[in-house]
C-alpha cells in the first residue's frame, strides 16, 4: 500500500540539539539582512520611478522610450551580435508575413501565420 502519510496537522515543536543562542543568532542575522533588503528595496523603487520618469519625458520629447530601452540594452554588444540579432529579426518578420515586402505591417497576422510552428521549417 505504500509509506504510512506523515501526520502533518500537529506542528513540531521542539528543536532539538538547538541552543538558544543559536535560535537568537540566527534570528538576529536574519531580522539584520531583512533590514538591509528592505532598505535597498526602498532605494530600488525610488531609482525606477525616476527611471521610467526620465522615460516618459523622452516620449513628451519627442523620442521613442523603446529606442531608449533598446540602446541602453544593446550598448555593451558587439556590432556582430547587433547584426545576426537584425538578420535573425528580419528572417522571423519575412517568415511570418509581417515585413513591408509582404504587405504586413506592424501588428498584421494573417490566418496562415497561425499555423502550428512546425509547417515554418524549411
Request: charged share 35%; aromatic share 4%.
Amino acid at each position: 500500500m505504500g509509506r504510512p502519510r506523515k501526520d502533518k496537522s500537529q506542528p513540531k515543536t521542539e528543536m532539538s540539539n538547538v541552543t538558544d543562542e543559536t535560535i537568537a543568532d540566527f534570528i538576529g542575522r536574519a531580522l539584520s539582512t531583512k533590514a538591509e533588503l528592505d532598505d535597498a528595496t526602498s532605494v530600488k523603487n525610488e531609482i525606477s520611478g525616476r527611471y521610467r520618469n526620465i522615460l516618459k519625458q523622452a516620449k513628451a520629447a519627442g523620442i521613442n522610450p523603446d529606442v531608449v530601452t533598446r540602446a541602453l540594452r544593446e550598448r555593451k554588444k558587439t556590432q556582430e551580435q547587433l547584426d545576426m540579432f537584425d538578420d535573425e529579426y528580419r528572417r522571423i518578420r519575412h517568415v511570418m508575413g509581417w515585413d513591408h515586402a509582404s504587405g504586413g505591417g506592424e501588428g498584421a497576422v494573417a490566418k496562415a501565420d497561425l499555423r502550428p510552428a512546425a509547417e515554418f521549417v524549411n
